[in-house]
């Protein structure tokens, strides 16, 4: 049962276009909602995140849009780059105390080609 | 540099062969996790640890076994291996204040 559902599973971007990517979620408790990226070799590290009370979070060129009555949230990334190519997770928990369980998406591989 | 270790970062065993995974984090983060990633489904929880002294189930917790031996450290047992868990295995913790999960870089199992 894959309570958070991520698409597309690879995308392929010209450099400078804007990369997108989706996530659902079907459990309404869900509250907290980072984003992962991961490049090969290495483990996720935590890329930006946002909570249900905002419906737009920026941190330079990356962008989570979420939507609570649509139970989804994207990751925008502008002006792509050759160095955004890795794989990116989207990810939800109940709470944001230090000691949740994150459920994650089953991954994007992004690839910027020049 | 503080992160997560991971040990062994690389681990080819026989089916029914049993092995043990290694993680330490040197962040005094109180919550720690087991993860595999497989293709197409991405990271699914197998164990984990809220605080020193307590162990629960995840997603995905057959075949597997997990210590806290301490604060610092994590392990995740396979006792007796099967083909089916040929996976990348992370290890992360987290703590209130912390940026996110800290992960280790993976240990690449393949049972044969």
């Known amino acids: 049962q894959q309570q958070v559902k991520q698409s597309p599973q690879s995308l392929i971007v010209q450099k400078g276009g804007i990369s997108i990517i989706n996530c659902a979620y079907e459990n309404t408790a869900f509250d907290y909602f980072p984003w992962y990226q991961q490049f090969p070799g290495k483990g996720p590290a935590l890329l930006i995140a946002i909570r249900p009370d905002v419906s737009e979070k920026k941190e330079g060129r990356f962008t989570i849009s979420f939507n609570k009555s649509a139970k989804q949230f994207s990751l925008h990334i502008m002006d792509s780059q050759p160095g955004d190519s890795a794989t990116y997770f989207c990810?939800?928990?109940?709470?944001?105390?230090?000691?949740?369980?994150?459920?994650f998406g089953t991954g994007t591989r992004l690839t910027i080609i020049p | 540099n503080a992160g997560v270790t991971q040990t062994p970062k690389f681990q080819v065993l026989k089916t029914g062969q049993s092995m043990t995974l290694q993680c330490a984090q040197d962040m005094n983060h109180n919550s720690m996790y087991w993860y595999r990633q497989d293709p197409g489904m991405g990271l699914r929880l197998i164990y984990y640890s809220a605080s020193e002294g307590t162990t629960d189930k995840g997603e995905v917790p057959n075949g597997y076994n997990v210590s806290r031996l301490n604060k610092r450290e994590f392990s995740l047992r396979l006792e007796s291996a099967a083909p089916s868990q040929t996976s990348v295995y992370f290890c992360a913790s987290s703590e209130l204040g912390s940026s996110g999960y800290t992960f280790g870089s993976g240990t690449r199992l393949t049972v044969v």
């Open positions: 990810a939800a928990s109940i709470g944001n105390f230090g000691n949740e369980k994150l459920t």
